[in-house]
C-alpha cells in the first residue's frame, strides 16, 4: 500500500520533527497533541524553523508555505482515520501508548501501518495490543530529527516483511539513513552508546581522570566530536538512567547498570543540559565542569 497521509502522535521534541521531515518529504499529516498550547508550541517550532530555512537560502518562501500547508494539527485522534502511516512519539510512558494505540486501532482503516518511535519499549507490547501485529514496528529517529540522518526500523516478532519494506521506504523518502534492527532492548545505537556513556561515568568515579580530561580524552584521542560526559549532559541524565534501567531489566549485565553518580545526580535534578546543570553548569557563557562530589 503506498504511504500517502502520515498521522504523528505527539508535537514534543520528536513529534514536531518527525512531522515536519514528513511534510517536506511531500506527505500530508495530521499532528495530534493533548492540548492546544503544546500543539501551537510544537507547531510554533515548525515555523520557526521553515523560516530559518527560508531566511537562511535553503528553501523558497513558497516552498515552505506548500510544506506548512501540508500539516493539520488537531486535539481529535478521530482525524486519523484515513491515515496510511500512524507514528506515536508521545511520552516514553508504556501505559501511555497502549492506551494511544487501543484507541486509534479502531478508528484508523484497517490497512494502515503503525509505527512507535520508542528508544526503548519492547515495539511488541505495543503491537500486541492492536488487531494489527503485522503492520506494527519501529520507526525510531534521533534529536533534533530535521539534523540527525539515521532512522532504525525495528522488526518485531510479529512484523511481516512488508511492513518492514515499507517502513524502510518511508525513511528513504525522507531522505534518511536507514537501518533494519530486531526489536532488542536499545536497539543498534543505543546498545552500543549507553554502555560507552555509563562507562565514562564509571571512569570518573575510578578517578581515572577528571571530567574534561575524560571527555578531552575521547574528543583528541577517538575523533568523537564531544566526550562522554558532555554527550550524557546533553542526552539528558534522566532520559539516560531510564533505557539504561530497561537494558539492565533486559540483558541483566553490569554494563547496563546506572552508576551511582548518575543515579544521585538524577535524585538531585541534575539532568543535564536541559536543567542547567549535569557533568557541566550551563549557567554562564561557556559550560564549566562540576564535579559531582563522589
Ligand atoms: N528525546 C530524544 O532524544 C528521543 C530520541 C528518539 C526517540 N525518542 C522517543 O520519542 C518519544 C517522545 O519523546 P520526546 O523526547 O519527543 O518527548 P516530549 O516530552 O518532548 O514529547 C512528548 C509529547 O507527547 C505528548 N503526549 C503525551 N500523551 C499524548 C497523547 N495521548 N496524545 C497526544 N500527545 C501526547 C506530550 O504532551 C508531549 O508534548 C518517546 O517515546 C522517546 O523515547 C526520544
Known sequence: MEIKKVGVVGCGLMGHGITQVSAQAGYDVVVAETSQDKLDAGIGKIEKQLARAVDKGKIEQPAADEIRRRISP????????????????????????LEVWEKLDGIVKGDAYFATNTSSLPVINQAAVTTRPAQFLGLHFFNPVQVMPLMEVIQSVTT????????????????????????KAGFIV????????????????????????IDAAMKAGA?????????????GLDTLMSISNVMFDEFRERRFAA????????????????????????????????????
Open 160 to 183: 511481516s516483511p512488508e511492513a518492514m519494506a515499507a517502513g524502510l521506504a518511508f525513511g528513504e523518502k525522507l531522505k534518511k539513513q536507514t537501518v533494519a534492527t530486531k526489536d
Open 190 to 213: 543505543n546498545r552500543l552508546l549507553v554502555p560507552y556513556l555509563l562507562d565514562g561515568i564509571r571512569g570518573l568515579e575510578e578517578g581515572i581522570g577528571s571530567i574534561d580530561e
Open 259 to 294: 552508576p551511582p553518580t548518575l543515579r544521585k545526580m538524577v535524585a538531585a535534578g541534575f539532568y543535564g543540559k536541559k536543567s542547567g546543570r549535569g557533568f557541566y553548569d550551563y549557567s554562564g557563557e561557556n559550560p564549566v565542569p562540576v564535579n559531582p562530589g563522589l
Open 223 to 235: 575523533g568523537h566530536p564531544m566526550g562522554p560526559l558532555t554527550l550524557a549532559d546533553f542526552v
Open 74 to 97: 488537531t486535539l481529535d485522534l478521530s482525524d486519523f482515520a484515513d491515515c496510511d502511516l500512524v507514528i506515536e512519539a508521545i511520552s516514553e510512558d508504556l501505559d501511555l501508548k
